[in-house]
């Protein structure tokens, strides 16, 4: 019988060991690798797409989960994604769930819960630690609550430019990539990248690109 093949990754080098060490007991389970952030991931993936499922962390520097989850699931839709996360917030849960992950679970979960929500997943299910399923069904009780990210959205003018850093800051490209692909200074794109925020009223790339797909900008 084959085995389950995963991979971790997660910035922390830490949790990440710490989560393979609570799964290496299980026999049927095959750790492929861990990485510590999502474009690593995906580099890895063009390489070889023969997984099975991700434990996928979210605050991560370069490509977070979220955005990650959302590339996978376009590229992968055969690979499972499970969000690791040490957080439980709305906007995360939300936002994970609406990019595509298959469950989400807090990273203190024990090794053998955790390997019973790995087998649910690749049987169809949707796991999910019990914090979160709470939350989670607040948050289809009271869509509102959610829809209240999306009020005051006015029409938002970006030029042509300021949509070519956007869609190439929505790849998990860094500025000095940017800059050289669209023959800019470093100086340059981040100057777009601060009127894109202006423009759309928000403080990270992961807000400004999530604000960006919802307008159809990109």
């Known amino acids: 019988m084959s085995k389950i093949k995963l991979a971790i990754v997660d910035d922390n080098t830490f949790l990440a060991r710490a989560i393979k060490e609570k799964l290496e007991d299980f026999e049927d389970l095959d750790i492929k690798y861990m990485v510590y952030n999502g474009s690593e991931l995906l580099s890895k993936l063009e390489k070889n797409h023969n997984l099975d499922l991700v434990l996928m962390d979210i605050e991560m520097p370069v490509l977070d989960g979220i955005e ?14 499970l969000m690791l996360t040490v957080f439980d917030n709305d906007e995360n849960i939300f936002n994970a769930i609406q990019a595509g992950a ?4 807090l990273k203190e979960i024990e090794g053998q819960k955790l390997y019973n929500a790995i087998s649910e997943t690749l049987g169809g299910g949707a796991a999910m630690s019990p914090s979160i399923a709470v939350k ?7 869509p509102e609550k959610q829809e209240s ?3 005051q ?3 938002i003018l970006l030029s042509s430019r300021e949509k070519e850093v956007l869609e190439q800051l929505a790849e998990g490209l860094s500025y000095t990539v940017i800059a050289k692909n669209l023959f800019l200074s470093p100086s340059t794109v981040r100057k777009h990248i601060e009127n894109i925020y202006k423009k759309l009223q928000v403080h990270n790339k992961l807000e400004a ?3 960006a797909r919802r307008q159809s900008l990109i």
């Open 102 to 105: 298959d469950g989400y679970l």
């Open 68 to 81: 990650t989850v959302r590339i996978v699931k376009q590229k992968y839709p055969h690979i499972k994604v």
């Open 209 to 211: 690109v999530q604000k």
């Open 136 to 142: 989670t069904l607040k948050l289809l009780r009271y």
């Open 149 to 151: 990210l999306s009020v």
């Open 153 to 155: 959205e006015e029409d």
